[in-house]
């Protein structure tokens, strides 16, 4: 680099960076690829225009104007951007979801420490967490009396199980090592918790904390199916009922890709927050 | 040593009490229950004395309940019966005057090597000024060496290293029993007799009462002023105790050249591998 003094001031770091980014697009190529042959055995199966669901080519010129081109656009009532349609259900799974962590990590150490509460909860939890979430609707729509808070307790009470499980594998898998140092210490229960106990059981509950965001993604689009209001799940639910299918078609590909975005920031978190040393 | 004259002097006024010796371990039974509603005994009827400031090491068979025994008297199991008296207090749970340093390092690897021994030294010495507790952290760090790697975490040590943290962690409580088990089990002979030499000139220096655990004959002789030695399990004793006569400060080719030594090392193997050889494998 020294030897190529002529070239311009950057050239040498764009030189290094090029082959990275034209690495993560080589890996990339086979997805494509995929998805384009994907795309066109569609547009072939359902190129009759009376087929029963829309091509391709049909959802993007259905959805182009105003939904694909404005997500920002905002209207009476539901009548929104899918933006905010997004926003919304993120703001109920945000909501939940955060919940779900708090009770969670808590009932997961609960039952982590103490053998007595894993006897008595554990078969309850195991119980529990099969319950689907729509199932939990009806009682939390009869508890609740409003769909908002309904639609919230759905993705707490669907995202909370994976969290209280993992974390009580965790603490229970704390090596005998640690806890004889503790003990020898003396550590304070502070110290122990702290010090000892968390940067333990970290791993575990975002493990518990990854399954949950991806099964809370999943409960929120089914709750707001049944309960209203703006979100994406009501969305697809008015979408088909106006018979609009290229907006449910939309609808569900964004889904899927916030669910994926959701998960990736899940594990970005992670990468930040597990001792380097517990991986 | 001046301790128990100051001591005995001072009981003559008492006739009637004796002194007890520093370390007891009185009769000591360990058992099981059984699935079968039967009793497994590990140890049975234990008996030993130890001196302040004396180094004894351990050693018999695997499995002979070497482990329990030291256990009992770090805290961590309570007997079936009998018991462990440490300056006539009976020891009912693990405290930081009797410091464990296990054989595979137990450290806590997200800190580093200096906030693993600070961990200990925050908790048990409370009434310290924070600078304080840094100072007993950093002199016992330079203690064994490794002042460069203070803020190596565990992963970027050696087993050596590791090993060294460990008897830093421990001594910086100021313990008045040291327990070892096996504590260089897992190391590389050079290593291995380093760390070896390393631990007698702490102990030489700090006068710390050592327990220590070893499968290794030679690494007892060179160490210890007693080697005691485990009949079997189940039910194990104390089957002999072999007095370690050789001068000290000890080298070890002074050690190795010493008649004695051979004399030792044999009555040793003849216990271990003739009278209680391994029948099991």
């Known amino acids: 680099m020294t030897a190529n003094v002529s070239s311009p001031p950057g050239a040498a770091f764009v030189s290094r960076l090029l082959p990275i980014v034209g690495q993560k697009l080589k890996n990339f190529v086979p997805t494509v690829i995929a998805i384009a042959i994907f795309l066109l055995i569609w547009q072939l199966l359902y190129s009759d225009p009376t087929a029963s669901l829309p091509n391709p080519a049909k959802v993007f010129e259905e959805t182009w104007d105003p939904l694909i081109i404005d997500p920002f656009f905002q209207g009476e009532g539901v009548d929104q951007g899918l933006f905010w349609q997004l926003f919304e259900s993120l703001k109920r799974v945000a909501i939940g979801y955060t919940l779900a962590a708090v009770v969670g990590i808590s009932l997961g150490v609960l039952i982590g420490v103490s053998v007595m509460m894993f006897r008595a909860l554990d078969p309850i939890f195991q119980v529990l967490r099969t319950i689907p979430p729509l199932a939990w609707l009806p009682i939390s729509l009869a508890a609740l009396k409003e769909a908002q808070p309904a639609a919230i307790f759905v993705i707490f009470i669907t995202a909370i199980w994976p969290i209280i499980i993992n974390t009580g594998v965790g603490v229970q898998n704390i090596p005998q090592d640690y806890n004889n140092v503790a003990k020898v210490l003396q550590l304070s229960r502070l110290d122990y918790f702290f010090k000892v106990l968390l940067p333990a059981t970290v791993p575990y509950i975002f493990t518990g904390l990854k399954i949950a965001i991806g099964l809370s993604w999943l409960a929120i689009v089914a709750a707001e199916m049944l309960t209203g209001g703006v979100g994406i799940g009501f969305f697809i639910w008015d979408s088909y009922n106006s018979g609009n299918l290229s907006e449910v078609i939309l609808a569900v590909v964004y889904v899927g890709i916030v669910g994926l975005l959701l998960d990736r920031l899940i594990t970005l978190i992670a990468s930040m927050v597990v001792p380097e040393e517990q991986k | 040593m001046i301790m128990q004259t100051l001591e005995s002097a001072s009981s003559v006024s008492k006739p009637l009490e004796t002194v007890e010796p520093f370390l007891v371990v009185d009769n000591l039974v360990k058992s099981y229950p059984t699935k079968g509603g039967g009793v497994y005994t590990v140890l049975d009827g234990v008996n030993l004395i130890v001196q302040e400031g004396e180094f004894v090491c351990l050693i018999g068979h695997s499995g002979c309940g070497k482990s329990t025994l030291l256990d009992m008297v770090s805290g961590f199991r309570t007997p079936t019966s009998g018991e462990v008296r440490l300056q006539s207090k009976p020891i009912t749970k693990p405290g930081p005057d009797r410091m464990v340093v296990f054989q595979n390092y137990s450290l806590l690897p997200w800190m580093t090597a200096f906030e693993n021994i600070y961990l200990g030294i925050q908790s048990v010495f409370t009434d310290k000024s924070k600078s304080e507790k840094e100072a007993i952290a950093h002199d016992h760090l330079a203690l064994v060496g490794l002042t460069d790697a203070a803020h190596q975490k565990p992963k970027a040590l050696s087993g050596g290293m590791k090993q060294r943290v460990c008897i830093a962690r421990a001594l910086a409580l100021r313990p008045q029993v040291l327990i070892l088990d096996e504590p260089f089990g897992a190391l590389d002979p050079i290593t291995r007799e380093e760390l070896q030499e390393e631990l007698l000139k702490i102990w030489a220096e700090h006068r710390v009462t050592v327990l220590m655990i070893t499968h290794d004959i030679d690494e007892a002789l060179f160490l210890a002023d007693r ?55």
């Open chain 2, 227 to 281: 080697v005691v030695m485990m009949t079997n399990g189940p039910a194990a004793k104390i089957g002999e105790i072999l007095d370690v006569p050789f001068l000290r400060p000890r080298t070890r080719t002074q050690v190795m050249e010493d008649p004695m030594y051979y004399e030792l090392r044999n009555q040793a193997m003849d216990f271990l591998y003739h009278r209680y050889a391994h029948d099991v494998e």
